[in-house]
T-cell receptor, first 109, second 116 residues
Framework: GQNIDQPTEMTATEGAIVQINCTYQ??????LFWYQQHAGEAPTFLSY??LDGLEEKGRFSSFLSRSKGYSYLLLKELQMKDSASYLC??????????WGAGTKLIIKP | GAVVSQHPSRVICKSGTSVKIECRSL??????MFWYRQFPKQSLMLMAT?????????EQGVEKDKFLINHASLTLSTLTVTSAHPEDSSFYIC????????????FGPGTRLLVL
């Protein structure tokens, strides 16, 4: 079957760094997306990894290891507005995104 | 960047009425559009996938006669919730795939439906 495993909830302090891990199993693989979703809003695109390694984009970086079925999202210099759910979504062989429940990130002052 | 719009953003209707939600890709041609539903504090659930000019493919458990999907052009897909009931109240989100980039999926802002 296909599944995603992420922590349900994480808490971090403003200005700090947090790493959200994701392991996945899919039928085929065509890359992995990270989305941010604030409460009551649609997801917004953060990153897309299709090759192994680290992709850095400002305060956010995403890492992928295809052989391990593992990815992480790294958020630096955390701001209060980063409080949201973070969704790890691998794309299967049919180019369908597979969704888990996401990780709710709580930022404290 | 690629923009997807949805209309309306919020709708309240009486039980038994039908509601149409539009999803438009504004600056690209969307060969495929996806319709999702999300209940509070739950994950996104794919309802159906629609390809321009053909019938939508519905996920297991989604009633195709209740959730009518039309993808008549490369920039517009519509979802009609027929004979809506309170249990259909949810957040409906569409996403669109750029025909030139199969790995893409751009999300609309969502439509919040409340059925009284």
């Amino acid at each position: 079957g296909q599944n995603i495993d992420q922590p349900t909830e994480m808490t971090a302090t403003e200005g700090a760094i947090v790493q959200i891990n994701c392991t996945y199993q899919t039928s085929g693989f065509n890359g992995l997306f990270w989305y941010q979703q604030h409460a009551g809003e649609a997801p917004t695109f953060l990153s897309y990894n299709v090759l192994d390694g680290l992709e850095e984009k400002g305060r956010f970086s995403s890492f992928l290891s295809r052989s391990k079925g593992y990815s992480y999202l790294l958020l630096k210099e955390l701001q209060m507005k980063d409080s949201a759910s973070y969704l790890c979504a691998p794309m299967d062989s049919n180019y369908q995104l597979i969704w888990g429940a996401g990780t709710k990130l709580i930022i404290k002052p | 960047g690629a923009v997807v719009s949805q209309h309306p953003s919020r709708v309240i209707c009486k039980s038994g009425t039908s509601v149409k939600i539009e999803c438009r890709s504004l600056d690209f041609q969307a060969t495929t559009m996806f319709w999702y539903r999300q209940f509070p504090k739950q994950s996104l659930m794919l309802m159906a996938t629609s390809n321009e000019g053909s019938k939508a493919t519905y996920e297991q458990g989604v009633e195709k006669d209740k959730f009518l999907i039309n993808h008549a052009s490369l920039t517009l897909s519509t979802l009609t919730v027929t004979s809506a009931h309170p249990e259909d109240s949810s957040f409906y989100i569409c996403s669109a795939r750029d025909g030139n980039r199969v790995e893409t999926q751009y999300f609309g802002p969502g439509t919040r439906l409340l059925v009284l």
